[in-house]
C-alpha cells in the first residue's frame, strides 16, 4: 500500500509543487526590458516541454508530457505586475480569461493532444496546437546559408534573402 498508492501520491505532490506551464508569451519577443525575464523563463517551458515529450522518453518514462500556452489569465500575478490603465487595455484589447476557461482547456488538451504538444488557450476558440519550427527547415536554411554564401557571398542570411528564395522558387 506504502509503495502502490502513498508513493504515487507523495511523487504527484512534488511534482505539482514544482509544475509550471508556458504562456503564449513564449511564443513572442518580450514587450520591453522589464519583461525580457520572464518571456525568456516562459520559452524556457516550452523547450522543455518539447524535449521531454519526445517520442523516445515517453517510451521510456510512460509520462505524457504537454505544455499549455494560455494568453492573459485573471490571477493575482496579473493584478500585481499590470497598472489599472493596462489591465484595461489589455481586457479591451486582448480579453482576460478566468482560471476556470483555462482549466476546461487543460482538460481538452489532457484529453485530445499528443505527446510533446505545446497548446495555446485563448479567449472564445477552441485550445490550438502551436507547432515547433520543423527541423527540416533548419536544414534547409543551413543548406540556404551556405550555398548563397558561397554563390553570392553574403555575410548573412537575412529574411529578405530567405523571402527572395521562396519567391521565385516555391
Same mark, same amino acid.
Given at each position: ?35 525580457? &525575464?520572464?518571456?525568456? $523563463?516562459?520559452? =524556457?517551458? !516550452? ?11 515517453? %517510451? *521510456? ?51 485530445? &493532444?499528443?505527446?510533446? $504538444?505545446?497548446? =495555446?488557450? !485563448? ?11 520543423? %527541423? *527540416? ?34
Amino acid at each position: 500500500m506504502d509503495v502502490d498508492v502513498m508513493a504515487v501520491m507523495a511523487g504527484t505532490q512534488l511534482a505539482m509543487e514544482r509544475m509550471d506551464i508556458g504562456s503564449l508569451a513564449s511564443l513572442f519577443p518580450g514587450v520591453s526590458r522589464e519583461s525580457a &525575464a520572464y518571456f525568456a $523563463a516562459k520559452a =524556457a517551458v !516550452v523547450s522543455y516541454s518539447r524535449t521531454l515529450g519526445d517520442p523516445k522518453t515517453l %517510451r *521510456l518514462t510512460g509520462v505524457k508530457v504537454q505544455c499549455i500556452c494560455p494568453g492573459f489569465v485573471d490571477t493575482a500575478l496579473l493584478k500585481e505586475c499590470c497598472s489599472t490603465r493596462d489591465l484595461e487595455h489589455i481586457q479591451q484589447k486582448y480579453a482576460v480569461m478566468t482560471p476556470d476557461y483555462v482549466a476546461d482547456g487543460f482538460l481538452k488538451i489532457i484529453r485530445h &493532444a499528443e505527446n510533446g $504538444a505545446v497548446v =495555446a488557450i !485563448v479567449p472564445n476558440a477552441p485550445p490550438f496546437h502551436v507547432a515547433d519550427r520543423p %527541423r *527540416l527547415m533548419i536544414y534547409f536554411l543551413i543548406f540556404l546559408s551556405r550555398l548563397l554564401g558561397k554563390v553570392i557571398g553574403i555575410p548573412l542570411l537575412s529574411f529578405f534573402h530567405q523571402k527572395m528564395f521562396f519567391n521565385c522558387f516555391l
